[in-house]
């Protein structure tokens, strides 16, 4: 059975009650690789069911959510039964509205068959990997590394008569460069929507150049450096702030979003330098679904939502603050505007430098690669801490020196923003702490006044 038969079945089976249907086909290809070898390769395809039921009654509106993967045509009746029982079981839901019918969204090509994706989306990229990885063998590097690409098609209906329906392709590729020894480490990640835009030959060329810089050593003490961070470790901090940015928590006082003695920052300035931080379902290479798909409720999503058209929108303008990610519900409560959630992030500031030229203009600074393991230490200010990796390195009167110590860093997104001493060129990047999660990001490099490297680490 077809998704959209799926949906119009679980429909028809709720028996005129309001309901939500949720159905997915996704495919996905993959190649992995260890010391200049491919190591395997394979596809897989995955379906999954998800109906929202709601029972209204006079004490309030209830919603049950029942999610199941591989259903067989015979049990889909079985889920939404299950959906209309968590319902009628549940709590009256504080974000209930009306669903939405079929003006709310453009359907899409509702008929054709679901994308597949297969091995050959890879297969261009397979022959410039194994080019690159003889290259690396030749010169003593080894390559590890995985490329992935994933093409997922959603089908959603409500009873209200809204049919949409959004193709979503994601792809990333992660590169590790080890020296012969493997006393060196280096890594640049890519994301993409089909592999024609990855240029690993060029990917192969920077891991080498940064392989190079480490083999002088230099040890340095924890303290506040002035730091250059690569669009990949940009995008983990500023997603982090996107996660954050929730309009309910910070009208509740719970956040660094929220204003002292009521209310949100909504207007403050966060940067005095002109920078923008945004999201649009139609960004040229981030595209995302243009309308909400929510599989459950949370405090600035709602399963009522489904549907809602997104546009454009941006979260940080000109450096203030300009709107929180909020469901219809909790934007009324913060009194704001409804603006959810968007699965791509862009930050801007009109122009810049490449990473080059900010190198070349330092005098002395650190230059990182990227970010992992980010905490939250604390909520109210937005406080980070982590652990850099793959590679810090040293810049003295524009040119690098050698690579230096990892460090333990505590640091605020928020409060990094307002010592930004400069904002590169902007261009896509792949998020390496939250690439499992979020993949689509285009990011400039930034000069960040008095980072806190909290302790020197030992992690490699």
């Given at each position: 059975?077809?998704p959209?038969?799926?949906v ?8 005129g009650?309001?309901c939500?249907v949720?159905a997915e086909?996704a495919s996905t290809?993959n190649l ?9 390769n ?8 998800t ?5 209204k009654?006079?004490d309030?509106?209830?919603a049950?959510v ?8 015979d049990?889909?009746e ?5 959906a ?16 939405l019918g079929?003006?709310a ?6 008929e054709?068959?679901p ?5 050959t989306?890879?297969?261009d ?5 194994g ?8 010169a003593?590097r080894?390559?590890?590394g ?6 997922r098609s959603t089908f959603?209906?409500?009873s ?23 006393t ?5 990640g890519a994301?993409t929507r089909?592999?024609?835009d990855v240029?690993i ?11 190079g810089?480490?083999?002088?050593r ?8 002035e730091?250059?961070l690569?669009?990949t470790?940009?995008?983990d901090l ?10 309910k928590?910070a009208t509740?006082?719970?956040?660094v ?5 009521g ?5 403050d300035?966060?940067s ?6 945004s999201?649009d379902?139609a960004?040229?290479g981030?595209?995302?679904a243009?309308?909400?798909i929510?599989h459950?409720?949370g405090e ?5 939502d ?5 546009t ?9 603050l300009t709107a929180l ?8 409560l913060?009194?704001l505007?409804?603006t ?5 992030l862009?930050?801007a ?5 490449t ?15 990227c970010l992992w393991y ?5 909520p109210?200010t937005?406080?980070l801490t982590?652990?850099?990796r793959?590679g ?10 050698g ?6 860093f505590?640091?605020?997104?928020v409060?990094m923003?307002?010592?930004l001493?400069?904002?590169?060129a902007t261009?896509?990047t792949?998020?390496?702490?939250w690439?499992d999660?979020?993949t ?6 930034v000069?960040v006044?008095g ?8 992690a490699?």
């Amino acid at each position: 059975m077809s998704p959209q038969e799926t949906v119009e079945r679980a429909l028809a089976a709720a028996n005129g009650g309001d309901c939500v249907v949720i159905a997915e086909e996704a495919s996905t290809a993959n190649l992995r690789w260890a010391g200049n070898t491919l190591t395997t390769n394979g596809v897989s395809q995955t379906r999954q069911l998800t109906v929202i039921a709601v029972d209204k009654r006079a004490d309030g509106v209830r919603a049950g959510v029942v999610s199941r993967a591989g259903v067989r045509d015979d049990q889909i009746e079985e889920v939404v039964r299950a959906a209309a029982k968590a319902a009628a079981d549940g709590t009256p839901a504080k974000d209930a509205g009306d669903l939405l019918g079929a003006s709310a969204a453009d359907p899409g090509s509702w008929e054709e068959p679901p994308g597949r994706t297969d091995i050959t989306v890879l297969g261009d990229f397979a022959a410039d990997l194994g080019d690159a990885m003889r290259a690396a063998d030749g010169a003593g590097r080894k390559l590890y590394g995985f490329a992935e690409h994933e093409l997922r098609s959603t089908f959603l209906g409500t009873s209200a008569g809204l049919r949409a329906r959004h193709d979503q392709p994601t792809g990333r590729l992660e590169l590790n460069a080890k020296s012969a020894d493997m006393t060196r480490s280096a890594w640049a990640g890519a994301s993409t929507r089909d592999f024609a835009d990855v240029d690993i030959a060029a990917m192969d060329a920077g891991l080498a150049e940064r392989l190079g810089w480490a083999r002088r050593r230099v040890s340095l003490d924890a303290g506040r450096y002035e730091t250059l961070l690569p669009p990949t470790a940009v995008a983990d901090l500023l997603i982090y702030l996107y996660w954050s940015a929730g309009a309910k928590e910070a009208t509740e006082g719970r956040t660094v979003f929220s204003k002292p003695g009521g209310g949100t920052r909504v207007g403050d300035r966060l940067s005095a330098l002109p920078v923008t931080l945004s999201s649009d379902p139609a960004a040229a290479g981030l595209g995302c679904a243009p309308f909400v798909i929510a599989h459950t409720s949370g405090e600035d999503s709602s399963v009522f939502d489904n549907g809602l058209p997104l546009t454009r929108t941006e979260w940080i303008s000109d450096g203030a603050l300009t709107a929180l990610t909020s469901s219809r519900h909790s934007a009324t409560l913060a009194g704001l505007p409804a603006t959810p959630g968007i699965d791509n992030l862009t930050f801007a500031s009109g122009g810049g430098a490449t990473l080059p030229e900010m190198i070349a203009s330092t005098k002395r600074g650190l230059l990182l690669t990227c970010l992992w393991y980010i905490r939250t230490v604390d909520p109210q200010t937005l406080l980070l801490t982590g652990l850099t990796r793959d590679g810090v390195y040293l810049v003295e009167n524009g040119e690098v020196t050698g690579a230096v110590n990892n460090f333990r860093f505590n640091e605020s997104p928020v409060s990094m923003l307002g010592r930004l001493a400069e904002v590169g060129a902007t261009e896509p990047t792949l998020p390496r702490e939250w690439s499992d999660y979020f993949t689509r990001a285009a990011m400039p490099p930034v000069r960040v006044e008095g980072f806190n490297m909290s302790s020197v680490s030992q992690a490699s």
